[in-house]
């Protein structure tokens, strides 16, 4: 069959993609034009601050209308808040507010936080033109080893998750950004990163009802605007174990649509992660199995040969019969009700002046939010905390690994030949350093690496130990080890950085305390700073055991 310029037009809403700059590249510009791709996502690549996306913002929806696109661009990002917050501050740049990540904010033990939070963060971003985050994190963490989700999840208690998750989706409900609960069915039990390579769940049927699906299946009773699939094999689900779940149509028909009814946009998560860029056919081939499986949207981050691949690849497909432009067209409906209730008229997202004024106040407000809960996450998960004397204080915190594909940024960082970054010490470690300085006229920051040296070190009055993720990378314990046999009579504090783990391990014991921060974004580690100086009293609660 022959495509009509209609029938491109529709093809190019089931798509979201990203692009590199600060500004609309001619590679976006191409993607909007010429193959009408109805939804854009950003990347901490693409973010410089809250009015340079402002303007990046309306210049996309500006190339959209002028394309004849009859809706606004859906415009996304990654800011589930803490360690993935594509639209938050960094070193570098300020942009938005920082906010606690979900297993900081579940370590309030308060849903309100979570929802107040959320809505905040949704109403700078819908401020700069953005009405879609891919957030909350519905996955049950409920294997420790998981190397990509961690304290991106809300905990290892499906009840408690699905608590949070509901409350993150008010919030950005309520702050006018559409929120995208994932990863569908559910990526928390597992040890394999699917940026990386495929992961495979063996549980039954009645054991993922009774864990992976209980966030999900509450989060559609109470209507999230729109689910994340991921790119994971369950068998008891996908009835094989080489095709991921959202390449499934077992999985995003018959169990997402057809059993727990949900209505709303169902989204893919990135098809050039190595899960499905890596089968046969990659990722072009991909994107048509996708949307054969019952994908709305499919998305699509990085590579324009790959934007290019997979529009190309559905043209052919629709052409063969494989695709139906009918159920596209029934699946475009969905799209234009997500895009009608988060994006509006062209005349709500175009011509509206940066208000700096306004963005000012709001993050200020948002700035005071965001140190109260943050202050509210911090744990004391064993011991008591000295009272350090007003001698040398010394910080130990660990070379940089890279741990976690979604938390750590390859791009242009430089690594050993051991994957340990180059750099001297990480930056959120030097500004924890700094958050300590604060408090101590006398502090010494020492970076260790396995092969760290105790002999002969002054370790001074007292020392705080930081871990990231030690009960994986298992020689930061050992270097704790070397360090109290040689620091005898000075007071220890060890500050798991990331999900605390390591403190319920009986090698942290004899340390005065053992506190976790869940997550060592430089708000996180100055408000752990503040607890272990005594300054706040500790009363978050680790939302992971054993």
């Not at 109470?222 to 008891?236: E, L």
């Not at 660990?398 to 750099?423: F, Y």
């Amino acid at each position: 069959m022959h495509l009509s310029d209609e029938d491109k037009r529709e093809i190019g809403q089931h798509f979201v993609f990203g692009f590199h700059g600060y500004d609309v590249s001619d590679d976006a510009m191409e993607l909007i034009t010429k193959y009408h791709v109805g939804n854009i996502i950003l990347m901490k690549r693409n973010v410089q601050s809250v009015k340079q996306v402002h303007a990046l913002v309306q210049s996309l929806q500006q190339c959209a209308r002028d394309a004849g696109h009859t809706h606004p661009l859906m415009i996304g990002i990654d800011q589930e808040n803490g360690l993935v917050s594509a639209f938050s501050s960094t070193a570098k740049h300020q942009a938005g507010t920082q906010f606690p990540g979900a297993m900081a904010i579940a370590a309030t033990g308060d849903p309100e936080y979570a929802r107040s939070c959320s809505a905040a963060s949704a109403r700078e971003m819908k401020a700069v033109g953005i009405n879609w985050s891919y957030s909350p994190v519905g996955d049950v963490n409920s294997d420790p080893r998981n190397p990509v989700i961690g304290v991106r999840s809300f905990g290892d208690d499906p009840t408690e998750v699905a608590r949070f998750a509901k409350a993150v989706s008010n919030g950005l409900t309520q702050g006018g950004v559409a929120p995208s609960a994932k990863h569908f069915p559910g990526h928390g039990d597992t040890n394999i990163d699917s940026h990386l390579g495929l992961p495979i769940i063996n549980k039954s049927r009645t054991e993922l009802d009774e864990t992976e699906l209980k966030p999900f299946k509450e989060l559609t009773n109470a209507g999230v605007a729109s689910i994340m699939t991921g790119h994971m094999v369950i068998p008891a689900l996908t009835g094989d174990n080489k095709t991921p779940a959202s390449l499934s149509r077992a999985v995003t028909t018959t169990l997402l649509r057809e059993e727990l009814h949900f209505e709303g946009l169902v989204v893919t998560d990135c098809l050039e992660m190595n899960a499905v860029k890596e089968r046969q056919g990659g990722v072009p081939r991909g994107a048509v199995e996708a949307l054969a499986a019952g994908a709305d949207v499919v998305m699509i981050c990085h590579t324009m040969a790959f934007h290019k691949g997979a529009m190309e690849a559905t043209y052919e497909a629709v052409q063969k019969g494989e695709l139906h432009m009918d159920e596209l067209r029934k699946s475009g409906e969905r799209i234009t009700a997500l895009k009608q209730k988060f994006a509006g008229t062209w005349d709500d997202v175009l011509g509206n002046p940066f208000d700096e004024k306004a963005m000012t106040a709001l993050q200020a407000t948002n700035k005071k939010l965001s140190e109260e809960a943050y202050a509210k996450s911090i744990a004391l998960v064993s011991g008591s905390l000295p009272v350090f004397s007003p001698g040398k204080i010394v910080v130990m915190t660990p070379v940089v690994e890279s741990l976690n594909a979604a938390v750590d940024d390859a791009e242009g960082v430089q690594r050993t030949g051991k994957g340990h970054v180059r750099n001297t010490a990480a930056p959120y470690y030097m500004s924890f350093a700094e958050s300590v300085r604060r408090r101590a006229a006398d502090v010494e920051h020492l970076v260790y690496a396995a092969d760290f040296d105790c002999s002969r070190r002054d370790f001074g009055d007292g020392l705080i130990f930081v871990t990231r993720n030690a009960d994986r990378s298992a020689w930061q314990l050992d270097v704790l080890e070397s360090v109290r046999m040689q620091a005898s009579g000075v007071s220890i504090v060890v500050l798991a950085s990331c999900a605390p783990y390591e403190l319920f391990s009986g090698r942290v014991s004899g340390v005065q305390a053992c506190v976790a921060s869940f997550e060592y974004t430089s708000e996180a580690l100055e408000a752990a700073a503040s607890v272990i100086f005594n300054e706040v009293t500790p009363v978050g609660e680790s939302p992971v055991s054993i």
